[in-house]
């Protein structure tokens, strides 16, 4: 069965730095576009980055532009997002997803099949 697995999370204070990985299982997905999406309690869940199948383009909201970092390993099967300078407004569940299509684009939820759990991140002040 295909799962996605976040790690990575954990609580931290304003400026700290964190590296969330997500491993994928039961398919491989290097034709397919990876991104991390976020959902603070009470709130939508929202796009952070994502990065094409072949890493070409790559593509961050602007609250986490320059802070960010998005990457994927396809021997590995993983993506990554390193994130610095952490506010208390990144404090969230992350989330990672596969799109649904190989070699399509996907920025929004419903291009999006597959889904991790989530990991939570804290960032106080």
């Known amino acids: 069965q295909v799962q996605l697995a976040e790690s990575g999370g954990g609580s931290v204070q304003t400026g700290a730095s964190l590296t969330l990985s997500c491993a994928a299982s039961?398919?491989?997905?290097?034709?397919?576009?990876m991104a991390w999406f976020r959902q603070a309690p009470g709130k939508e869940r929202e796009f952070v980055a994502g990065i094409t199948w072949n890493s070409k383009d790559i593509y961050y909201e602007n609250f986490v532009k320059g802070r960010f970092t998005i990457s994927r390993d396809d021997a590995k099967n993983m993506v990554y997002l390193q994130m610095n300078s952490l506010k208390p407004e990144d404090t969230a569940v992350y989330y990672c997803?596969?799109?649904?299509?190989?070699?399509?684009?996907?920025?929004?939820?419903?291009?999006?099949?597959?889904w991790g759990q989530g990991t939570q991140v804290t960032v106080s002040s």
């Open positions: 997803a596969v799109a649904r299509e190989a070699f399509h684009g996907a920025y929004y939820e419903s291009d999006f099949g597959y």
């Open positions: 039961g398919r491989t997905f290097s034709s397919y576009a």
